[in-house]
């Protein structure tokens, strides 16, 4: 089944030359099924970029998904015009009475911050608490799964002394899980961050179960039965050519970074990077979806009772 987005997405183009399938309103109402209901807090400065990375995922599904895109009420888009939040967001507010079978909380660039120093905290921590009521299962990415354990567990972020930069070496500690279905025991994922959560604090809470780390840059993804969440602290959503954009990027401006570990050929940044981590990508986000559709209620009004 396709995934449903507004006709006039950006991310609509892209999906469709990439083959994945999209469908509009007026084939999904023939259609006498309940779609899952979907919902993406988006706080990543290019919205547009994240949305497509997204609903990439979470449409390669053989179910049919309706994607709901959120964002802050109070706070201004530097990096994604006016218009398109006002044609295509919501506002926490415009849809917090609504029930969610998923809902996915993505990262911001503002790990470095202390938490209660974000101007959108204090929205941010209401929104979490609301998933407790309004969701069946939760996906927290990068900085928003820092955001997210911290809140419910204390968890602390430590920052690092150098950026977690390339493409890293995970493992899969946890090979019977659901989650982690069809996963290789040993498999590449994307990290760009200057902060980091450490397995001590995390074994620390009895809820929270590892189920991928990585030797160098620690824990990645996290799952925890209340709530069906997981947080997950890298971009194993991120397209081929995100870290370069984001080398490019650093370079241009004069900030000092290294070239991304393992992840340009010979360490070349010339040469057009390879991506490693795509099918698992889709893996996760196939088994979370599946894992959502076989678990969540029948009457999406029944979500939370």
Not at 82 to 108: P, Q, V
Not at 214 to 243: A, K, M
């Amino acid at each position: 089944m396709p995934i449903r987005i507004p006709d006039l997405l950006p991310a609509r183009e892209t999906l469709v030359r990439e083959g994945v399938s999209v469908m509009d309103e007026t084939h999904a109402i023939r259609q006498d099924i309940r779609p899952l209901q979907i919902g993406l807090l988006n706080l990543m400065p290019n919205k547009i970029r994240t949305e497509t990375q997204i609903a990439r995922l979470v449409g390669a599904s053989p179910l049919q998904v309706e994607l709901t895109l959120v964002r802050i009420g109070n706070h201004r888009a530097k990096n994604t015009s006016e218009d398109h939040l006002i044609a295509f967001y919501n506002t926490w507010e415009d849809i917090r009475e609504r029930k969610f079978d998923g809902f996915i909380i993505t990262g911001a660039p503002i790990e470095t911050l202390a938490f209660e120093d974000v101007t959108y905290w204090d929205e941010l921590t209401r929104i979490l608490d609301w998933t407790r009521t309004n969701v069946h299962s939760s996906f927290f990415i990068c900085w928003g799964a820092m955001a997210a354990i911290n809140h419910f567990h204390g968890v602390p972020k430590y920052n690092l002394e150098k950026k977690a930069f390339g493409v890293y070496r995970h493992r899969n500690l946890k090979p019977a899980s659901p989650w982690l279905a069809g996963f290789s025991d040993d498999f590449s994922i994307p990290v760009s961050r200057w902060t980091e959560v450490r397995s001590a604090d995390i074994r620390k809470v009895p809820q929270l179960e590892i189920l991928m780390e990585s030797d160098v840059t620690g824990p990645c993804l996290i799952h925890e039965e209340e709530g069906n969440r997981l947080y997950i602290f890298n971009h194993i959503e991120y397209d081929s050519t995100s870290l370069k954009e984001e080398y490019d990027r650093d370079v241009a401006a004069g900030t000092p970074i290294e070239i991304p570990h393992n992840y340009f050929p010979a360490d070349n940044p010339a040469m057009p990077p390879q991506n490693r981590w795509r099918s698992h990508a889709h893996l996760l986000f196939g088994n979370w979806i599946n894992q959502t559709y076989q678990t969540t209620a029948f009457d999406l009004n029944d979500i939370g009772k």
